[in-house]
Structure formats: structure tokens, C-alpha cells
């Protein structure tokens, strides 16, 4: 079992950055494929990025992509989303979550575990 909890969410002007953390406990990281998803008032939990077990191989939603980067510590047990160049678009409830599978993985129903999700929202 994995407990995942995610942190550095807030309100922020757009134009401005955020770093989301998700700290693990219960079982080490370092096992599984990593994944940030989001999801917004009245819409559908979407993929937002996703890193390898070794973190040296990370994917990308296409809005995102030049904006934000997944990183992890696998000594810290901890996995970030630095979110730049934020829009007011980018506003939802970010979601981490912890894969058993191998490579990277954008799908949210090939995830084992998830956190609670923390709250970002870009005001205009």
C-alpha cells in the first residue's frame, strides 16, 4: 500500500508558477511509475504528466508541455510538478498518482494509487 499526499497548491495570478509536492509513505517510490493528473469544475480528470521509476524519462500533456516539469526524488520519496507561465485554464484539483507498471503510463485507470488531490487555481 501507498499513501499519497499532495501539497503547494494555492491561488496565484496568471503569468505566476507553483510547485506541487506529493510526499509517499508506506512503500518506496522508487517502484513505481509516477503521474500528475487534474481535473476541473464539470470536467472529465485529465493527464497532465508522468515520470519513469528512475525519472529519466518524463511525458506531457500537449498544453502543458514547455510550461510545467515532473521531477522526483526517490531518496525524499517525493514527487513534484513545477507549474510556470501559469493560465487561468490551468485552475483544477491536481491529482498524483503511483503505477506498478513499467515505462510511463497517461492512462488514470492504470494507476494503483492516489492522493487526495490539492486545489490550483490562476486567477486572470
Known amino acids: 500500500q501507498v499513501q499519497l499526499v499532495e501539497s503547494g497548491g494555492g491561488l496565484v495570478q496568471a503569468g505566476g508558477s507553483l510547485r506541487l509536492s506529493c510526499a509517499a509513505s508506506g512503500r518506496t517510490l522508487r517502484y513505481y511509475v509516477m503521474g500528475w493528473f487534474r481535473q476541473a469544475l464539470g470536467k472529465e480528470r485529465e493527464f497532465v504528466a508522468t515520470?519513469?521509476?528512475?525519472?529519466?524519462?518524463?511525458s506531457y500533456e500537449e498544453s502543458v508541455k514547455g510550461r510545467f516539469t515532473i521531477s522526483r526524488d526517490n531518496i525524499k520519496n517525493t514527487v513534484y510538478l513545477q507549474m510556470n507561465s501559469l493560465k487561468p485554464e490551468d485552475t483544477a484539483v491536481y491529482y498524483c498518482?503511483?503505477?506498478?507498471?513499467?515505462?510511463?503510463?497517461?492512462?488514470?485507470?492504470?494507476?494503483?494509487?492516489w492522493g487526495q488531490g490539492t486545489q490550483v487555481t490562476v486567477s486572470s
Open positions: 498518482a503511483a503505477g506498478g507498471g513499467g515505462g510511463l503510463i497517461t492512462a488514470g485507470p492504470e494507476y494503483d494509487y
Open positions: 515520470i519513469s521509476k528512475s525519472g529519466a524519462i518524463t
